[in-house]
């Protein structure tokens, strides 16, 4: 798995979409380090860009990789290797690589602008860690995707409405459904709401580090008056690595029954 990590990896460091993606993530910290001069502000502003924008690239990157390198990946499927070794090497290569871009791209600028000398270094670290999850589960959950639908279209199809899903939709209903049932006690269902969907946990969890939960309305309250700030941290990180593990042991599931 090691080495179809590697070449996985190398293979997609040397890709321009890899550059592109990097250069994005560092013209767009040099640009708000230029227009903020806060460190602090412009850690709330990105927030809100790679709570958005991660998810969607991680979706859309996972499922071009795997189609793109279907011809390579039969080759390799006529080797004696495992096929969970196969498809986690390929999965971990591209997550890796989109991370490395975006740590390096967003952290470079802060750094040069005395990250390190700065109050803000741990807010800047959790939402580091926040993107380097969301890479991680879309991901996966790209592969996933792509596993179960051999038309392209369908799978690009199928990734494009999750990630609109999640990222949009699951908004409203969710919103709707704390409206419809007013009335009632809402506190363990807006927590397991919150839950079931990556990229509202990501930013829940990234708002009450920053201690601006009031912007969450009633969610960031309940959060607040139950888990507290550190308590809060830890469920939130430990169910944000069950969003990884799930889709990840469904790869390897997957894997071994497809029939190429």
Same mark, same amino acid.
């Given at each position: ?75 390799l499927l006529a080797q004696p290797l ?6 986690m090497g390929q999965y971990l290569g ?60 369908? *799978?690009?199809?199928? =990734?494009?409405?999750?990630?609109? @899903? ?6 409203? #209903?969710? $919103?709707? /459904? %704390? ?37 969450? *309305?009633?969610?960031? =309250?309940?959060?607040?008056?139950? @888990? ?6 830890? #469920?939130? $990180?430990? /169910? %944000? ?20």
């Amino acid at each position: 798995m090691l080495k179809i990590l590697k070449y996985s990896f190398y293979d997609l460091m040397r890709s321009r979409w890899s550059y592109v993606y990097f250069a994005f993530y560092l013209l767009l910290g040099v640009v708000l380090l230029f227009l903020n001069h806060d460190l602090s502000k412009a850690v709330i502003t990105l927030m809100n860009v790679i709570i958005v924008l991660v998810p969607l690239i991680g979706t859309i990157f996972g499922v071009m990789y795997y189609y793109n390198s279907q011809e390579f990946t039969e080759l390799l499927l006529a080797q004696p290797l495992k096929r969970s070794s196969i498809f986690m090497g390929q999965y971990l290569g591209v997550a890796l690589s989109l991370s490395l871009s975006l740590i390096l791209g967003l952290g470079i600028p802060f750094v040069f602008y005395g990250l390190f000398k700065s109050n803000a270094i741990w807010d800047f670290s959790l939402l580091l860690i926040t993107g380097t999850f969301l890479t991680l589960i879309f991901t996966a959950l790209a592969f996933n995707i792509a596993l179960s639908n051999e038309n392209k279209i369908k *799978g690009f199809g199928y =990734a494009i409405l999750l990630w609109l @899903f999640l990222a949009i939709i699951y908004d409203g #209903v969710f $919103l709707m /459904t %704390l409206v419809y049932f007013e009335s009632y006690p809402l506190d363990k269902l807006s927590l397991i709401g919150t839950m079931l969907n990556p990229i509202d946990l990501s930013r829940t969890l990234i708002l009450l580090k920053l201690d601006i939960s009031a912007l969450l *309305g009633y969610t960031g =309250a309940v959060f607040k008056q139950f @888990f507290g700030t550190n308590y809060g941290l830890i #469920v939130s $990180l430990i /169910t %944000l690595t069950i969003w990884v593990i799930v889709p990840v042991l469904r790869i390897m599931q997957k894997a071994k029954k497809k029939d190429f």
